[in-house]
């Protein structure tokens, strides 16, 4: 029997702070592409693996008042995160409920369903996307956001030897732990093998050269979680990492450069089901 990989960046506060910063990172192309998904005024939404919420609380935005969105996660400890937002926020028309949303018991047909890196985790993500299809009403919508570290690897240049090695040290963690590395590329069969119409794809990344863009400290986050991974593993040493300075490593080496550090790009792929 396959299983789900467990989460490879970890449950913690800092995990969760790390997050939503990310989100703000993403959070252009995720708009973007819940635009070009078609997700409008008045729709009830999906929304699996929602962690603390940000994708959720944009699709609020886009369904208006008079829409509706859930927001299912494993991960009960992050679901009080997201709902101490939303209500900080005023948001009344999303609900969190902790579950699998492939088996969870919830209420009605929805008019989308929507993920942003769950696929990645998930043993079977073809089947995955047939369960999640069934949930939704006849012309309804299937969008997920994956990301893809094997298309990361081309954005390192010669001239930036540190954001290679990364990069190389990242992709060896995620596959690993059993991760799908290159989940955003495999959207396109998994879509396929799931029975679904062929789907939409674009792709997108942030990234930044200046020396105050936000990316750097948000590689340095990213690594810090991923470290204790990366030694058991044997991937590199703390040492080797040296997690305190690398955002300014980082930084230094884009500006001396004159060449611009990528986060891992997004594949985003979409389609509606046939009646």
């Given at each position: 029997m396959n299983h789900d990989v467990e989460y490879t960046m970890g449950r913690s506060e800092a995990e969760t702070k790390r997050l939503i910063r990310n989100a703000r990172l993403y959070d252009g192309m995720t708009r973007r592409f819940l635009l070009?998904?078609?997700?409008?005024?008045?729709?009830?939404?999906?929304?699996?693996?929602?962690?603390?919420?940000?994708?959720?609380?944009?699709?609020?935005?886009?369904?208006?008042?008079?829409?509706?969105?859930?927001?299912?996660?494993?991960?009960?400890?992050?679901?009080?995160?997201?709902?101490e937002r939303a209500s900080a926020a005023g948001f009344t028309n999303v609900q969190f409920v902790e579950g699998d949303a492939r088996s969870l018991e919830l209420p009605d047909a929805f008019d989308a369903?929507?993920?942003?890196?769950?696929?990645?985790?998930?043993?079977?993500?073809?089947?995955?996307?047939?369960?999640?299809?069934?949930?939704?009403?006849?012309?309804g919508i299937v969008a997920f956001q994956e990301v893809d570290l094997a298309l990361h690897k081309a954005l390192a240049g010669p001239e930036t030897p540190l954001l290679g090695k990364l990069i190389d040290w990242e992709c060896a963690v995620f596959e690993r732990t059993g991760a799908h590395a290159d989940m955003g590329t495999g959207l396109y069969r998994a879509f396929l093998e799931a029975g679904l119409p062929e789907p939409a794809l674009h792709l997108e990344t942030p990234m930044g050269g200046a020396t105050e863009w936000p990316g750097y400290e948000q590689r340095a986050a990213t690594f810090r979680n991923l470290l204790p991974l990366i030694e058991t593993h044997g991937i590199a040493?703390?040492?080797?990492?040296?997690?305190?300075?690398?955002?300014?490593?980082?930084?230094a080496e884009a500006v001396d450069a004159k060449r611009p550090v990528s986060l891992p790009p997004h594949v985003m792929a979409h389609t509606v089901i046939g009646p």
């Amino acid at each position: 029997m396959n299983h789900d990989v467990e989460y490879t960046m970890g449950r913690s506060e800092a995990e969760t702070k790390r997050l939503i910063r990310n989100a703000r990172l993403y959070d252009g192309m995720t708009r973007r592409f819940l635009l070009r998904s078609g997700i409008k005024k008045g729709m009830r939404v999906l929304d699996v693996g929602s962690g603390a919420g940000d994708v959720a609380f944009t699709l609020t935005e886009f369904v208006g008042p008079d829409g509706y969105v859930i927001g299912v996660d494993v991960n009960a400890e992050i679901l009080e995160t997201a709902r101490e937002r939303a209500s900080a926020a005023g948001f009344t028309n999303v609900q969190f409920v902790e579950g699998d949303a492939r088996s969870l018991e919830l209420p009605d047909a929805f008019d989308a369903v929507v993920g942003r890196l769950v696929l990645m985790y998930i043993a079977k993500p073809a089947d995955a996307l047939k369960q999640l299809a069934g949930r939704l009403r006849p012309g309804g919508i299937v969008a997920f956001q994956e990301v893809d570290l094997a298309l990361h690897k081309a954005l390192a240049g010669p001239e930036t030897p540190l954001l290679g090695k990364l990069i190389d040290w990242e992709c060896a963690v995620f596959e690993r732990t059993g991760a799908h590395a290159d989940m955003g590329t495999g959207l396109y069969r998994a879509f396929l093998e799931a029975g679904l119409p062929e789907p939409a794809l674009h792709l997108e990344t942030p990234m930044g050269g200046a020396t105050e863009w936000p990316g750097y400290e948000q590689r340095a986050a990213t690594f810090r979680n991923l470290l204790p991974l990366i030694e058991t593993h044997g991937i590199a040493t703390a040492e080797e990492l040296d997690v305190e300075t690398l955002a300014e490593r980082l930084r230094a080496e884009a500006v001396d450069a004159k060449r611009p550090v990528s986060l891992p790009p997004h594949v985003m792929a979409h389609t509606v089901i046939g009646p």
